[in-house]
C-alpha cells in the first residue's frame, strides 16, 4: 500500500500542491482525473522524489520514502511512464524497456526474466523490440513506456496520461491491457492520471479528482464528491 499523507508542494515560488492525502491499495487502479493544470504531474513526480516537497510524508508498505534519493523509488518497486513516453531515439526499443534494469545495475539474470515476464504480458512488443526508439508511432510508444515502467514496478505503477493522443483503437487496447494489469497482479498498486474519466470507468477502482493542487474522492455509490481529509 502506498500512502500519501498531507503532500504540499510549491513551483518558483507557487503552492501547486496543498495538504494532499490519499492511498493506493495492492491489486486496485486508481484513476487520477483533473482538469489540465490541475496538478496531476507535479503529484506523480513528488511522489517519485523528482520535485522538493515542502511538507508530507509517501508511505511505502509501512516504510517512510519521501527522504530517498529519486533513483531509490525504482529500487523500491516503483514503476513510473511519464507523460512525454521519453523513449531515446538511438537504442532500440528492446533497450529502451531495458534501461530502468541497466540503471539499477540489475545482474543480467534477473533483467533477462523482467524482460521475459515484460514480453509475455505485451507480446505486441516483441515484434517491435529491434527498432530504433524513434521508429515507432506515438501510440506505440506508450505501449513501449508501459512496457518499461513494468520492468521495475513491483508495487506500484504510475501511468500519467497514457490516453493523450491515442487513436480510439489503440487506446481502446491500451485499456484493455491496463483491465489485465489489473486482474493479473494483485500486488501492484496503479494510479492512470487522465484528464477525462471515460475511457477508465470500467477499470477504475477508484477515481480521485484534483482540483487546483487538492485532492478529493468521488464517491460514485453516492454520486457526491467528498473532499479527503487532511490527517
Ligand atoms: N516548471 C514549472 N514552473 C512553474 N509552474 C509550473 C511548473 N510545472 C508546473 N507548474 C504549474 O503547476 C500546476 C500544475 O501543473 P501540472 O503539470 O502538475 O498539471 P497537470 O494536471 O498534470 O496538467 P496537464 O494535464 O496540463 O499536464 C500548473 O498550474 C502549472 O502551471
Given at each position: 500500500m502506498l500512502k500519501i499523507e498531507n503532500l504540499s508542494v510549491d513551483i518558483a515560488g507557487v503552492?501547486?500542491?496543498?495538504d494532499l492525502s490519499f492511498e493506493l491499495t495492492s491489486g486496485t487502479c486508481t484513476v487520477l482525473i483533473g482538469r489540465n493544470g490541475a496538478g496531476k504531474t507535479t503529484t506523480l513526480r513528488s511522489i517519485m522524489g523528482l520535485l522538493p516537497r515542502q511538507s508530507g510524508r509517501i508511505v511505502l508498505d509501512g516504510q517512510?520514502?519521501?527522504?530517498?534519493?529519486?533513483?531509490?523509488r525504482a529500487r523500491i518497486g516503483i514503476g513510473y511512464a511519464p507523460e512525454d513516453r521519453r523513449l531515446i531515439g538511438h537504442f532500440s526499443i528492446e533497450d529502451n524497456i531495458l534501461l530502468p534494469a541497466i540503471a539499477l545495475n540489475m545482474p543480467k539474470d534477473e533483467r533477462e526474466s523482467r524482460l521475459a515476464k515484460v514480453y509475455d504480458f505485451m507480446p505486441e512488443l516483441v515484434k517491435l523490440k529491434s527498432r530504433p526508439g524513434g521508429g515507432v508511432s506515438g501510440g506505440q510508444g506508450k505501449m513501449v513506456a508501459l512496457g518499461r515502467a513494468l520492468m521495475v514496478a513491483d508495487k506500484v505503477l504510475f501511468l500519467d496520461e497514457p490516453f493523450q493522443g491515442l487513436a480510439p483503437a489503440l487506446a481502446l487496447d491500451y485499456a484493455r491491457t491496463l483491465s489485465r494489469l489489473r486482474d493479473d497482479r494483485s500486488d501492484l498498486c496503479i494510479l492512470v492520471t487522465e484528464s477525462s474519466p471515460k475511457l477508465l470507468d470500467s477499470i477504475a477502482d477508484e477515481t480521485l479528482l484534483i482540483e487546483r493542487g487538492a485532492v478529493e474522492r468521488r464517491d460514485s455509490s453516492a454520486g457526491t464528491n467528498r473532499r479527503l481529509g487532511t490527517g
Open positions: 503552492q501547486v500542491l496543498r517512510d520514502i519521501q527522504d530517498r534519493p529519486s533513483q531509490d
